[in-house]
């Protein structure tokens, strides 16, 4: 099941424009992690944000964590052409198996137009 | 290219015929997991290695699937009687057993088309 939910799921923003993304996610977590994926291609990682931090920044990206609503906010700053992908946060937990399984939302979709 | 590779980058079959795709991780990475995406959809986990073990399956991996990484290294995920619903994109990703903080690294995904 997913448990980390994005939103907007479609997002369209003129390029030099800032966009932002919610996450929301149920149940407590070790870390919360932004993944980027191009259309038929596979995920890039983009930033970890622990579950003791409250925001990270990493080049043009900034993170939130709000642990007591269970949500994370990315905010991409300037946006360019090439950032349009669709982007998806993740929850991780430390299973019985010591995996860390990583549960995606269903992704927003950004779209960014030159 | 040191990251991780899948092969192939696309498969087509029929029904009830068999697949095997291939995942190789990033050399030193002892972890290795697989997930499912459909489209529209994020990623689901479907199993994890540590080394050559397999320690942990979904319940989305069915009696039809089956996961083997001899040796720790490249891993396969086979279908057995393939069925129009196992339609999607397989990732693989790696990782290196760390405290809180690993990454996981994905490869570019195998994209299964049953008709």
């Known amino acids: 099941s997913q448990q980390g939910e994005e939103d907007p799921q479609a997002l369209s923003i003129q390029e030099g424009e800032n966009a932002t993304m919610n996450c929301s996610y149920k149940?407590?977590?070790?870390?919360l992690q932004w993944y980027r994926q191009n259309s038929g291609r596979g995920l890039v990682h983009l930033i970890l944000?622990?579950?003791?931090?409250r925001e990270k920044h990493s080049g043009r990206l900034r993170v939130t964590l709000d642990t007591s609503k269970k949500s994370s906010s990315l905010l991409i700053t300037a946006s360019r052409a090439a950032d349009t992908a669709s982007y998806f946060c993740?929850?991780?937990?430390?299973?019985?198996?010591?995996?860390?399984?990583?549960?995606f939302g269903s992704g927003t979709q950004l779209t960014v137009l030159p | 290219d040191t990251g991780v590779s899948q092969n192939p980058r696309h498969k087509i079959t029929k029904r009830g015929q068999n697949v095997t795709f291939r995942c190789d991780p990033i050399?030193?990475?002892?972890?290795l997991y697989w997930y499912r995406q459909t489209l529209g959809q994020g990623p689901e986990f479907l199993t994890y290695?540590?080394?050559?073990?397999?320690?942990?399956k979904s319940r989305l991996l069915s009696d039809r699937f089956s996961a083997e990484r001899p040796k720790g290294s490249f891993s396969t995920l086979e279908i057995q009687r393939t069925e129009q619903g196992d339609s999607a994109m397989y990732l693989c990703a790696s990782s290196f057993r760390n405290t809180q903080t690993e990454t996981q690294y994905f490869g570019p995904g195998t994209r299964l088309l049953v008709l």
């Open positions: 290695f540590q080394n050559e073990a397999q320690l942990e």
């Open positions: 944000i622990r579950s003791n931090e």
């Open positions: 050399s030193e990475h002892n972890r």
């Open positions: 993740a929850t991780v937990r430390i299973s019985s198996g010591s995996a860390r399984q990583l549960t």
């Open positions: 149940t407590s977590i070790n870390n």
